[in-house]
Nanobody
Framework: QVQLVESGGGLVQAGGSLRLSCEASGRTFSGYMMAWFRQAAGKEREFVAVVRWSRWSSGLPFYSDSVKGRFTISRDDAKNTVYLQMNSLKPEDTAVYYC?????????????????WGQGTQVTVSS
């Protein structure tokens, strides 16, 4: 059974940092793109970042404009884990953060491109 399990969420003050982890089990995700989405209360789930698999590097990242320059996504295929380092956090970053995995696609920001999802981890940024 394939599982994605997120961890690392919590409460942090504005300007602080958190590091989210997503450990996958049940299959290898080498060749898959791994992403983070988030959903704030009363809002639609939105794309945050994705890291594509690359044979020649540690992955090819892409970010939403709202987090570019503050968040860093990375992956460790040996550990079947993807990370999201979040710096300079803002109250508007408050949301449940979800990990997702899907076969390589051009539509990296579309939820339908992802076959597997985690249960989510809460991130709360206080002002």
């Amino acid at each position: 059974q394939v599982q994605l399990v997120e961890s690392g969420g919590g409460l942090v003050q504005a300007g602080g940092s958190l590091r989210l982890s997503c450990e996958a089990s049940g299959r290898t995700f080498s060749g898959y793109m791994m992403a983070w989405f988030r959903q704030a209360a009363g809002k639609e789930r939105e794309f945050v970042a994705v890291v594509r698999w690359s044979r020649w590097s540690s992955g090819l990242p892409f970010y939403s404009d709202s987090v570019k320059g503050r968040f860093t996504i990375s992956r460790d295929d040996a550990k079947n884990t993807v990370y999201l380092q979040m710096n300079s956090l803002k109250p508007e970053d408050t949301a449940v953060y979800y990990c997702a995995a899907g076969p390589s696609s051009r539509n990296v920001s579309t939820q339908l491109a992802y076959d597997y999802w985690g249960q989510g981890t809460q991130v709360t940024v206080s002002s």
